[in-house]
């Protein structure tokens, strides 16, 4: 079936330092989105990616869409601790009935 | 606040036991789906329902099995309860069509195994 990769499953970084987080899928996708989950907490959609080599900001966050749409990017310029989290990158599954979720990348911060 | 309604937020129950989690999609969505996630582990997708109709199956357990109502609201039920059913459960709902959008989540069910 169809697989979303993420790398690397975990980060940590000093407070300030950049961050990003990979993802690659084994399928060309129409779409990618991205989620973060906080600690203790529910996955929040930050984002969709649509078009081919598509790149999104979001104030410190950049998204990018693969050329060949099957990878995508996020990242993090001068992280704060409110950035702590596990961000997920997902896909729709065969038949686009569901959305297939990476690992996830769990970001900690050093303040 | 996502607008997805998840209950109970948390319960303990023994080996073998049955238990019923209970989720009621924002307003207007149709589709439901139901992921688990257990401890540092990600998203695995289990069930999805769409205007009272199952769509998409993902690795469920034969153990495992859901329904969306015509209210729309759905219901998880986990029967034989083993240690490693240990897990949070979320629910999620959209407003369109399957992978392609977005999901809106609740707040989980915390299911804790004994």
């Known amino acids: 079936g169809q697989q979303v990769m993420q790398i690397p499953q975990y980060q940590h970084v000093q407070e300030g330092e950049d961050f990003t987080t990979y993802c690659n899928s084994s399928?060309?996708?129409?779409?990618i989105q991205w989620y973060k989950q906080r600690p203790g907490g529910h996955p929040v959609f930050l984002i969709q990616?649509?078009?081919?080599?598509e790149v999104k900001k979001q104030k410190r966050l950049t998204f990018q869409f693969g050329e060949a749409k099957k990878n995508s990017s996020l990242h993090i310029t001068a992280t704060q601790t409110t950035d702590v989290g596990t961000y997920f990158c997902?896909?729709?599954?065969?038949?686009?009935?569901?959305?297939?979720f990476g690992q996830g990348t769990r970001l900690t911060i050093n303040p | 606040d996502s607008g997805v309604t998840q209950t109970p937020k948390h319960l303990i129950t023994a080996t073998g036991q049955r238990v019923t989690l209970r989720c009621s999609p924002r307003s207007g969505d149709l589709s439901v789906y139901w992921y688990q996630q257990s401890l540092d582990q990600g998203l695995q997708f289990l069930i999805q329902?769409?205007?009272?109709?199952?769509?998409a199956k993902g690795n469920i357990l034969e153990r495992f099995s859901a329904q969306q109502f015509p209210d729309l609201h759905s219901e998880l039920n986990l029967s034989s309860l083993e240690l490693g059913d240990s897990a949070l459960y979320f629910c999620a709902s959209n407003s369109g069509w399957g992978g392609n959008s977005p999901l809106h989540f609740g707040n989980g069910t915390r299911l804790t195994v004994t």
């Open positions: 329902y769409y205007n009272g109709e199952e769509r």
């Open positions: 997902a896909g729709p599954g065969q038949g686009a009935q569901k959305l297939v």
């Open positions: 399928t060309t996708l129409s779409n």
């Open positions: 990616l649509v078009k081919s080599g």
